[in-house]
């Protein structure tokens, strides 16, 4: 069974966690798609871009699902889509990986009736689907954990009693607010925090915001990578693991990802009272739920006084998240359904050969690096289903997604192939853990291509980056060449003369497929930030001269926050007020609060889109005001109304 599988990959713990058990456990049989470098990398219209970029996986691959990581990507599509996967025989399934009633159920049950199968990780959301009578198929899907990232190794010495990681969610843009379960662990965490300091125990606090916390900060540990965190997990005693969902009050349990991570690196977690993954790990044994205060008391420093039994509980943890909580457990859990289910229709899948290429892969920085490539190939033996991937230019990381590949080798022995390839700048995305598309910078490298005005990463930083060859306007990359081992020596002697001619003779094929997700590092004196305030500035100093007045639409968010720095910093400047549905009150900062009805009967001179979320909904919305005013496409820089916008 064929997979397309599409996920905001980009995201650490999503391409690291259960897309990676996808493509270990299905091979080439798994094609996986980034959500995020298309949007990301798209112009004006991100949405219709990725739909057309699932069509054509669809039309090369003839998947027999279409598998969506239902968070972070899913609203970038539109039903149409789902409806031409349907009519072309694609099953289309998702995975929830964060349902529980009512927050996010509520989101999630908008978008179900787009899938023929919707798996869930909550055992509630899946009985309230049914109870709903939602008419397609249910699967109740728990999460697991990465067993190659996270593994047990008790020969590490213990170094903390009780440790904590997680962000802080009580301080949160400055407000006092507790977000989501902030509350709820506040009240734990301060009396683990009491009982820690009267009996002595060592206890931290590791994650975003906990050096803030007025009375918690001297617990804080700072923030993990997710290597520290193993290690963080294998030299504690006991993981205070909490979880609550976003509902009301917060007392209604979740399981989460790291339910499943911390046994799975060996450590005992303490956990409030949860039903759903007590049928995972043994209460008492296995996981410790506590059920008030007084018995999370009780049950920390009963733990902490009986070592011995402590250590065995940890390796009964370990033991049973490695045999039943994996996520290649769940991978073949949802393939053994989906398998059943086509059976069952009378249309089972056909079993075919997995063939996965045989693909060598050089990264060289500089000539140097390149003639010693050219010399193993012109001296070595390889196999002939070998094919060699040049990289020239100075990368930091490589993701590559040589699953798609296999059709092509397959089908065109012998035949150089030209891939595509997405290229971000690192730095750039505030939070390396969460991020939306919009927040990386990204560029793709078509199999040859010209520069084109608007993109967020200039011309000069790629080729200060990047090994190119340029010939009448036209610019290519060997990175993009997949070379059959007979010819690769051949096309290298030609990229070193810096001969497209010789290269071009060789014949290859385009692809269309994106390969490669390489990153580099800035340019002195570059910033994405910077690319970007650099276009709004002379907008709004326009604005100020000419005496217009201006709106903005979304307050939320570092470029918000940048574009209100720009016009507090630009003389004369006319603010009627701003526009946020989440906004309540009179007032934001200096700024009138103005609502939406306001805006659409009474435009003013130019509105200003800095919600990068939904930004081409709002710009949809708002475009029959155009005759009466200037839309700012703030977040898309690419937009063709710049042209006008720039002074």
Not at 314 to 331: D, I, K, N, P, S
Not at 616 to 642: C, F, G, H, I, K
Request: charged fraction near 25%; proline fraction near 7%.
């Amino acid at each position: 069974m064929k997979f397309l599988a599409l996920g905001s990959l980009s995201i650490p713990y999503i391409g690291s966690n259960w897309f990676e058990a996808m493509r270990r456990e299905l091979g080439s049989d798994c094609i996986p798609m980034d959500a995020n470098l298309f949007l990301a990398s798209a112009s004006v219209r991100p949405r219709d871009t990725l739909a057309q970029h699932v069509l054509e996986q669809v039309r090369m691959h003839r998947p027999d699902c279409f598998f969506v990581y239902q968070d972070w990507c899913f609203e970038d599509l539109e039903d149409q889509l789902f409806e031409q996967l349907r009519a072309a025989g694609v099953t289309t399934v998702c995975w929830h990986p964060d349902d529980e009633p009512e927050a996010w159920y509520g989101r999630n049950r908008k978008f179900d009736h787009r899938y023929d199968v919707v798996a869930t990780h909550a055992s509630r959301g899946a009985a309230r689907r049914l109870a709903d009578g939602f008419p397609g198929k249910v699967l109740y899907l728990p999460w697991g954990y990465n067993h190659r990232r996270l593994q047990a190794d008790f020969s590490v010495p213990k170094q903390w009693d009780i440790v904590f990681v997680g962000k802080n969610k009580v301080f949160d843009h400055a407000t006092m607010d507790a977000k989501e379960d902030g509350a709820a662990r506040q009240t734990a965490l301060h009396l683990l925090a009491r009982i820690a300091e009267e009996r002595g125990y060592s206890f931290r606090l590791f994650g975003e915001g906990w050096e803030q916390h007025p009375t918690l900060a001297r617990f804080s540990g700072g923030f993990l990578s997710d290597a520290e965190m193993l290690r963080v997990f294998q030299a504690s005693r006991l993981v205070f693991n909490p979880a609550w969902n976003a509902d009301g009050d917060g007392t209604q349990p979740q399981t989460k990802l790291r339910h499943f991570e911390v046994p799975g690196a060996g450590a005992l977690q303490v956990c409030n009272w949860n039903p759903e993954l007590a049928e995972q790990f043994q209460d008492g044994e296995e996981t410790l739920f506590y059920r008030s205060e007084a018995d999370l008391a009780d049950l920390v420093t009963g733990a902490l006084a009986r070592p011995a039994e402590l250590e065995r509980k940890c390796r009964a943890a370990a033991r049973r998240a490695l045999g039943e909580h994996t996520l290649e457990h769940r991978v073949r859990a949802l393939v053994t359904y989906l398998e059943g289910d086509r059976a069952g229709s009378g249309t089972p899948a056909p079993s075919l050969p997995r063939i996965e290429p045989r693909i060598e892969r050089r990264i060289c920085p500089d000539r140097a690096a390149l003639e010693a490539v050219l010399g193993e190939l012109r001296t070595g033996t390889f196999p002939a289903d070998t094919w060699f991937h040049v990289l020239p230019g100075v990368l930091t990381q490589v993701r590559c997604f040589d699953e798609g590949l296999a059709r092509f080798t397959r089908d065109n022995p012998g035949q150089p192939l030209r891939v595509r390839t997405a290229v971000e700048v690192n730095g750039q995305v505030k939070n390396p853990m969460q991020f939306h598309w919009s927040t990386q910078v990204v560029c793709t490298l078509a199999e040859s291509f010209s520069w084109r005005r608007g993109s967020r990463i200039p011309p000069f930083l790629v080729r200060r980056r990047l090994d190119l060859l340029e010939v009448a306007g036209q610019v290519q990359w060997l990175g993009n060449w997949i070379l059959p081992a007979p010819l690769a020596a051949e096309a290298l002697e030609a990229w070193l003369a810096q001969d497209s001619g010789r290269l071009e003779a060789l014949a290859p094929r385009n692809t269309g497929h994106l390969l490669s997700h390489v990153f580099v590092d800035p340019v002195e004196g570059w910033s994405a930030d910077a690319l970007r305030m650099n276009e709004i500035a002379p907008v709004l100093q326009k604005a100020a001269a000419r005496g217009w007045d201006v709106a903005f639409y979304g307050v939320r968010g570092t470029l918000a926050e940048q574009v209100f720095q720009l016009a507090a910093a630009t003389p004369g400047l006319r603010v009627r007020g701003v526009v946020d549905r989440a906004v309540s009150g009179e007032r934001f900062g200096d700024y009138p609060v103005l609502p939406r009805e306001t805006l659409l009967a009474d435009p003013p001179d130019m509105i200003l889109i800095n919600a990068v979320v939904s930004g081409p909904e709002l710009l949809a919305m708002l475009e029959p005001l155009e005759p009466r005013t200037r839309l700012v496409p703030v977040y898309n820089l690419e937009d063709p109304r710049w042209e006008i916008l720039i002074p």
